[in-house]
Structures are given as structure tokens and as C-alpha cells.
């Protein structure tokens, strides 16, 4: 199984500031990268999939990047709504296999 | 507006069984892969099955072969997950999501349903 690791685990950030998330595979996956925002009561939302393609209707504050075993997540400006939790998924092979989160809190 | 509705969670004793259900409604159900990912209390997303288009492919998490079946009936747009054997371990909350795909193999899962909350408790 492709193990998928995060960092950090949790982040404390500011209104306005540029944020940026990690994800390291165990193994090279191309580009199957895919990233979700989780709040808490709602349902996943898809933030980004193929590993820098932004899903219509997300703010273009994000963004994605990373090939083969290394990603990121980043969002350019901060906004109240970003605090969350957010997830990197590999989509190459079964069994689909997610990063361990990365607790994003206003500081 | 493309939606996924669970429902069939609650609480169960250690050894029993639910069926979790999954109401599709603003897309062509009968055309997409699905899937089932959980998330325990406090715990990460975990992918629990996919299932194809007509029900002829199904996959599994290693952990919940046997126990777990996932299935799906068309007519009424509706995905299942028959949960047997339930140990506290399965507690989450699970997910139903639709799973897109594109020419050149890449995946993803969206929408996803609000989530329906399994207890495994006695």
C-alpha cells in the first residue's frame, strides 16, 4: 500500500497569510494527487485534483503543486472560512490511501 | 444540484450488522464509480470500497474483506454498505462519495454526502 504522510500536523496561521502544505508519498504516483477540506459537520469538499488542478467553484487562493512523491497545498491569502482540516489522497492505485491531516487554526 | 444523501447509521452492538444507504439525485448515477471512506472520532479519512458502474467490479480495504459488501441498485439510485461483524474499531462516520474520473486514469471523489454516524457500542 502507498503510505501518504502530511506536514505539519497542524498549523496556526493569521488572516492574510500564504499557507503551504506538504503531502509525501511512499512511493512515486505521478501526478494522482488529490486534496480535500474537511469542516467539521460538513461534508468533504475537493480542493484540487491531478495535483495542481483547482475543482471549479474553489477559490483561486488555492493552489496545487508536486509531482512524483512530493506535493504541496497553498493558499495564497487566508481567509476565515480556510480554517479547517485538510487531507491529501493518492488516486494512483487501491487501496486509495490519505494523508493524516493537517489542522489548519487561526492564531 | 448534485447530491448525496446517507442514511442507516446508528448505534449497534459489537458483533452486529447495518446497512448503510446512500441517495444519489443530480447526475446519472448509473454512470459513475462509487465509493464508501469513513472517518473514526478523531481519526483520518480511510477509503472502505468502490464499486463500478454496474455493480461487476468491486474493491475493497484489505482490513474489511469479508465483512463489509458494498453494493448499489441503479433503478433507484441508490448505493448500500452491508456492514457485518461490526467490532468498535468500525465506529465513524461514513462517507458515500462519487467518484470522477478522467480519459487519462486520474481520479478523484466528489461530491461527498454529509456523512451518517456508525456507533459500535454495547
Known amino acids: 500500500d502507498i503510505q501518504m504522510t502530511q506536514s505539519p500536523s497542524s498549523l496556526s496561521a493569521s488572516v492574510g497569510d500564504r499557507v503551504t502544505i506538504t503531502c509525501r508519498a511512499s512511493q512515486t504516483i505521478g501526478n494522482f494527487l488529490n486534496w480535500y477540506q474537511l469542516k467539521q459537520g460538513q461534508a468533504p469538499n475537493l480542493l484540487i485534483y491531478a495535483a495542481y488542478t483547482v475543482q471549479n467553484a474553489v477559490p483561486s487562493r488555492f493552489s496545487g503543486s508536486g509531482s512524483g512523491t512530493d506535493f504541496t497545498l497553498t493558499i495564497s491569502s487566508l481567509q476565515p472560512e480556510d480554517f479547517a482540516t485538510y487531507y491529501c489522497q493518492q488516486s494512483h492505485s487501491i487501496p486509495y490511501t490519505f494523508g493524516p491531516g493537517t489542522k489548519l487554526e487561526i492564531k | 444540484e448534485v447530491q448525496l444523501v446517507e442514511s442507516g447509521g446508528g448505534l449497534v452492538q459489537p458483533g452486529g450488522s447495518l446497512r448503510l444507504s446512500c441517495a444519489a439525485s443530480?447526475?446519472?448515477?448509473?454512470?459513475?464509480?462509487m465509493s464508501w471512506v469513513r472517518q473514526a472520532p478523531g481519526k483520518g479519512l480511510e477509503w472502505v470500497a468502490n464499486i463500478k458502474q454496474d455493480g461487476s467490479e468491486k474493491y475493497y480495504v484489505d482490513s474489511l474483506k469479508g465483512r463489509f459488501t458494498i453494493s448499489r441498485d441503479n433503478a433507484k439510485n441508490s448505493l448500500y454498505l452491508q456492514m457485518n461483524s461490526l467490532r468498535a474499531e468500525d465506529t465513524a462516520v461514513y462517507y458515500c462519495a462519487r467518484r470522477m474520473a478522467a480519459a487519462d486514469r486520474y481520479n478523484w471523489f466528489d461530491p461527498w454526502g454529509q456523512g451518517t454516524l456508525v456507533t459500535v457500542s454495547s
Open positions: 443530480g447526475f446519472t448515477f448509473s454512470s459513475y464509480w
